[in-house]
């Protein structure tokens, strides 16, 4: 077969799989998961239709753009040969992507479908986002360049010029749209149902003042005004990042936290008060901690400061009335104030706190300590490996109960294994004779729960309690990886990445990068592992059907390994077209995740019980797991017997 005709075949099967394949799968994928996904439907035809439109032609347009001016076709494995700064192009970054996301919500929203809107779009949203930050946004800097010009809409740049008028347009756009549009989406799912009331017991007396309601009332236009107020780049920059980082962190607050604020009743007794009540009658208790008005005051007050630094304390004079007006005029609870200043303290010093993880990070890296005792040689890494393994066990206990000990001691077992069979075949050389892979422990904890079948035990129960200990596992698991130097990063800017100068870790001995800033993977696995123990954690608080909690983790932990595959740097690790050979079993992960959240029956999750049992046996599993991954024998050659 030539290659010509090899190529237009595989074009074809290539717009095959995005053009028809994969929206009839998301519609399926939509229908089968209705009844799971408990969220109420947001209903409308003609507004479902509109959003879908305007989607359909963003991404019609990007693709037109992309033959038009690119001379190629809209497709990642067959990229078009120029880079397109024209068309749509000249306005946004990702028209394709984006227009699809908005497609899929518009149809969703047509189909009066809960699911579509919940669970299918936003995975979808992730998914684009994946692809852009874990292999295009690579892929055309290898191609083009990192000089590529940037659209009228984008994050302000890191530059002490005036602001031109797209500048700011666009924090409107990227940052005060998706905030506006998410608080909607937090608003409008309402209340949980095991809300937990945040006012301490004194708050309910507390009397209502009218007259705060021009502080309260005051954030909109404060907020709104800073985009133009904004004296450089740079303070439009600062004010766009730590929005969208705060932005992140508060919703991921909203849905994890159960606190609400029902505001405190008044009678109104004037314009204020009536503003107030009616102003009332659009918000809901949830969405309350922590106060997204405390902290959009204060980063806009920072704002206004930089412009005029004479009225500096005017400023934040008036964000802090803003702050307290929350609790005055009765819409707040004190703790959600409180919430709203730490997120602005993080958001705001979110430079210095990540270079002082940076630094941590790095001291872990080349912490590197060994014991000899005649041929055995004990690792301080295994340490780290033996405490993930007792707190995971631990929580998975005390999810399931002491019933379920000798079926979470099988699984824990098959994960050890398989994860050191699996790298065998994918990574064991003369040089690395006991790795384990972290997908090879996935397969295991499948193995493993199948077998505690035979005990009568559920393997939906026991797969959906492993996912709620394997984010805090793996977590742990990154610290030995940090200290060992596998799993490691390419090389990164000084100011982001961390160097290896022990000569035992893997960085060093077989990559050759000693004294290297290199990207700290298995920290970004850390941090996004955190995202998803917080996620995952609630959704069984929630009692979701267990498929879905299984899928949910399969589905966000693939999403993120991919991102975090593409900043990777082993050498041992194979590619194939493309993609990093855990790229490829990261997409597996979402295609398993999202068909196991389509086993609608699975049950519910029981309610969590704390046992001395389950620690126990967690601790003893915990200390044979240090042994695996910290105890080996370094003069031996034969499989299995050296860590390094």
Known sequence: MSTERSSSIGKALYGFLFVIALPALLIGWARMTDLVVRIPALGSMPIGAAVAAFGAVVMGSGMVALMVYGKGLPMNAYPPLRFVTEGIY????????????????GIAIAANSSSGLWLVSPVVILGCVALVEGYERHDLRNRFGSAQAKPLIHIPADETTRPALMDRLSVYVLVLAPWLILYEAVRFIGIPPDAVVAFL???????????TEVFYLST????????LVARTNRDLR?????????????????LAVPFIAAPRPFTPHGPLGRLLASERAYDTPAAAFPSFHVVWAFLA?????RRMPSLRLLWWTWALLISISCVATGMHAIVDVLGGFIVVLFVTRIRGIWEQVRRLTERIANSWREWRFGPVRIINHGFYAGAGAFVALSIIGTLIGPGYIPSILIIAASVLITSAIWAQFVEGSPSLLRPYGWYGGLLGAIIGAFIATLL?????????AFAVGAPWVQSAGRLRCLVQGCCHGRPAPAAIGISYTHPRSRVCRLAAL?????HATPLYSILWNIVVAVIIARLWFLRAPLSLIIGVYLIITGLGRFVEESYRGEPQT?????LRLYQWMAILSVVSGVLATMVGNSPRTPLPELNWASVIAAACFGVLTSCALGLDFPESNRRFARLA
């Open 514 to 518: 000693t004294g290297v800033p290199i």
């Open 238 to 254: 600062e004010f766009s990042i730590s929005g969208l980082i705060a932005t992140g962190l508060v919703i991921l607050l909203f």
């Open 456 to 464: 009568g035990a559920s393997p939906w129960l026991l797969l959906a």
């Open 220 to 227: 909109y236009a404060f907020v709104l005004l800073a985009p």
């Open 301 to 305: 007050a920072a704002v206004y400061a």
């Open 90 to 105: 000249k306005l946004i970054s990702h028209p394709i992507y984006a227009g699809f996301s908005i497609l899929c919500i």
């Open 201 to 211: 017991p004194f708050e309910k007396d507390l009397p209502v003042y009218e007259w």
């Open 574 to 578: 194979a590619i194939y077209r493309g």
